[in-house]
Nanobody, 121 residues
Framework: QVQLVESGGGLVQAGGSLRLSCTASRGTFSSYTMGWFRQAPGKEREFVSISWIDGSTSYADSVKGRFTISRDTAKNTLYLQMNSLKPEDTAVYYC???????????????WGQGTQVTVSS
């Protein structure tokens, strides 16, 4: 069973940058579809970015061109580099792993505890 621990959240001004990390333990990191999701207050959890097993990536339109997802298999760590942050990026960010090739939240078996990102205007 995979355990995920996120870090790197915090408070930043609009236009600033943050890098989130998600370290996985127990499980074969390279065999999972890994993703970042976020949930703002009063809203549903939404897809942000996916790192597919084949090395390709996907992004939500709202973050495309500003966020970059990457994974370091040797370190069992997933990253999300977030640049040009906007107040609407404020949310709790979650790392998740899936045994399937999927973007659907319900198909993600394992979730981290979340890390808060707050962008001030």
């Amino acid at each position: 069973q995979v355990q995920l621990v996120e870090s790197g959240g915090g408070l930043v001004q609009a236009g600033g940058s943050l890098r989130l990390s998600c370290t996985a333990s127990r499980g074969t990191f390279s065999s999972y579809t890994m993703g970042w999701f976020r949930q703002a207050p009063g809203k549903e959890r939404e897809f942000v970015s996916i790192s597919w097993i084949d090395g390709s990536t996907s992004y939500a339109d709202s973050v495309k061109g500003r966020f970059t997802i990457s994974r370091d298999t040797a370190k069992n760590t997933l990253y999300l580099q977030m640049n040009s942050l906007k107040p609407e990026d404020t949310a709790v960010y979650y790392c998740a792993a899936s045994s399937w090739v999927t973007m659907r939240l319900r198909d993600y078996n394992y979730w981290g505890q979340g890390t808060q990102v707050t962008v001030s205007s």
